[in-house]
Nanobody, 111 residues
Framework: VQLVESGGGLVQPGGSLRLSCAASGFAPGRHPMSWYRRSPGKERELVADLSGTGFSLVHIDSAKGRFTLSWDDAENTYYLEMNNLNSEDTGEYYC?????WGQGTQVTVSS
């Protein structure tokens, strides 16, 4: 199983980013997966889950209503859409699926 993330970058407060997690090495189809982040000075925390049936749950209260998870069957890719970003969203974001971790993608929210 291999996960390759992309989509991070520097964005101003109030901006948006869409993170991608391209999956390979397992059977086609949607599998349960999670997004984590490690913010400066903090432990890694669970951001959100996407179940195999498409149910999504955002675990960070401040991100609810701003973060959306999705899956593209044709591209075998998971997405984390993040809107109205603020400085607290800064961190390294990782996807996790079937025991594998992505390499991480940095998100920096700053003016």
């Amino acid at each position: 199983v291999q996960l390759v993330e992309s989509g991070g970058g520097l964005v101003q407060p109030g901006g948006s980013l869409r993170l991608s997690c391209a999956a390979s090495g397992f059977a086609p189809g949607r599998h349960p997966m999670s997004w984590y982040r490690r913010s400066p000075g903090k432990e890694r925390e669970l951001v959100a889950d996407l179940s195999g049936t498409g149910f999504s749950l955002v675990h960070i209260d401040s991100a609810k209503g701003r973060f959306t998870l999705s899956w593209d069957d044709a591209e075998n890719t998971y997405y984390l859409e993040m809107n109205n970003l603020n400085s607290e969203d800064t961190g390294e974001y990782y996807c996790y699926c079937l025991g594998a971790w992505g390499q991480g993608t940095q998100v920096t929210v700053s003016s």
